[in-house]
């Protein structure tokens, strides 16, 4: 299996500023990547796929990039909705593994 | 706009049985693949199972391997999870999901949650 590993686990930023969480696959996943937010007591939401690409509606203060082994989600400056646990996906192999998430909290 | 709305999820306890369902609206739901992703309260998310659109093939993990399978009845847009020999383990609230086999999963129901006790 295809181990994702998010780091940090935590991150504490001030709103308006920039968040970089990192995503780490123990093996090539080529592009096929999944940036998922959920808020508290919601159902995830996904932010981005194929590393790169915004999914349908989403802000364009969310970027991804990466390919292969290593893999970003920026925001570029963060509002009070953009507190939440990220999570990253990996489709590329059977089976679909996620990341252990990241808390974005307001510091 | 996208709906998927779980149901069947419950109390029961160690070794019993489940069928959770998804119905589907706003998509050509034979059209798509669609998983279950299953999270324990407070936890990360695990990946359950996905369905072909036409449901010719499943892909399971292999925690669940044996004892849960997926099925979809299209012409009811309704995908469903039927899950046996149910472990205290399998706690956790079940996501219905669109997609799991390019793109990641774009649309999520609000789950269903499933607690295995006695």
Redesign the interface.
Known sequence: DIEMKQSPATLSVSPGERATLSCRASQSVSSNLAWYQQRPGQAPRLLIYDASTRATGIPANFSGSGSGTEFTLTISSLQSEDFAVYYCQQYNNWPRTFGQGTKVEIK | EVQLLESGGGLVQPGGSLRLSCAASGLTFKNYAM?W?RQVPGK????VS?ITGGGGST?D??SVKGRFTSSRDNSRDTLYLQMDNLRPEDTAVY?CSKG????????????TLVTVSS
Do not use: K
């Open positions: 998983s992703v990360g998310l695990e990946w996905t892909f993990a292999d996501f799991g086999w390019l793109r990641g999963f774009d649309f999520w129901g609000q789950g």
